[in-house]
């Protein structure tokens, strides 16, 4: 059975400081890593990784995945309040049509 | 362009009483999903349905039928529910591509759902 888990499971940090999001998989035929930010609602896609050891950024968020160790990172530098949701990464199968989500990272940032 | 569309946004029940909830999509997506999210628990997929025509069990179907109406549209339907129903559902659709290396994931706003 496909497996994703996410840690911390939540933080709490101060605007400024940098965070680090881990996400470890297990999950049969492996495609790709998906990393989402949820609000109140809906989760807003970040980022997509299928190979390992190079890194996607935007803006103040990069990500980075190790097929090798079967995890990856996100990273937030100078973080904002408008930062503060719940992180969630999710693996892809093979087919593309099967995705395996971790239970989140809940991110409080404070003024 | 709504992108994925869902409703209801909120919904009581009581055991036993059935529903459909709606989704539709006017991305011209291929693959449909639809999700339930419980506390600490993420996202767990419930049904999807690759393409129109055709739909398949996701991790936690029991209690739950779906029907994929046409291309744009997918609906859940709860036959009997239960208070273990009582969650987040969210629908979601995607362009799958056979070849290429993954597949985003657009999700619909959600429909809050109690069960008394």
């Known amino acids: 059975e496909d497996k994703v888990v996410q840690s911390p499971l939540s933080l709490v940090v101060h605007e400024g400081d940098t965070v680090t999001l881990n996400c470890s998989y297990e999950?049969?035929?492996?495609?790709?890593l998906l990393w989402y930010k949820q609000e109140k609602k809906a989760p807003t896609f970040l980022f997509m990784l299928?190979?390992?050891?190079i890194e996607k950024k935007s803006g103040r968020l990069s990500s980075i995945l190790d097929k090798k160790e079967l995890f990856s990172i996100l990273n937030i530098t100078a973080t904002q309040t408008g930062d503060s949701a719940v992180y969630l990464c999710?693996?892809?199968?093979?087919?593309?049509?099967?995705?395996?989500f971790g239970g989140g990272t809940r991110l409080m940032v404070k003024p | 362009n709504a992108g994925v569309t869902q409703t209801p946004k909120f919904q009581v029940l009581k055991t036993g009483q059935s529903m459909t909830l709606q989704c539709a999509q006017d991305?011209?997506?291929?693959?449909m999903y639809w999700y339930r999210q419980d506390p600490g628990m993420g996202l767990r997929l419930i049904y999807y349905?690759?393409?129109?025509?055709?739909?398949d069990k996701g991790e936690v179907p029991n209690g739950y039928n779906v029907s994929r109406l046409n291309k744009r549209e997918f609906s859940l339907r709860l036959e009997s529910a239960a208070p273990s129903q009582t969650s987040v559902y969210f629908c979601?659709?995607?362009?799958?591509?056979?070849?290429?290396?993954?597949?985003?994931?657009?999700f619909g706003p959600g429909t809050r759902l109690t069960v008394l």
């Open positions: 979601a659709s995607s362009s799958l591509r056979s070849s290429g290396r993954g597949n985003e994931q657009f």
């Open positions: 991305m011209n997506h291929n693959s």
């Open positions: 299928t190979s390992s050891g």
């Open positions: 999950v049969t035929n492996f495609r790709s």
């Open positions: 349905s690759a393409s129109e025509g055709t739909t």
């Open positions: 999710a693996g892809v199968n093979n087919a593309g049509n099967m995705l395996t």
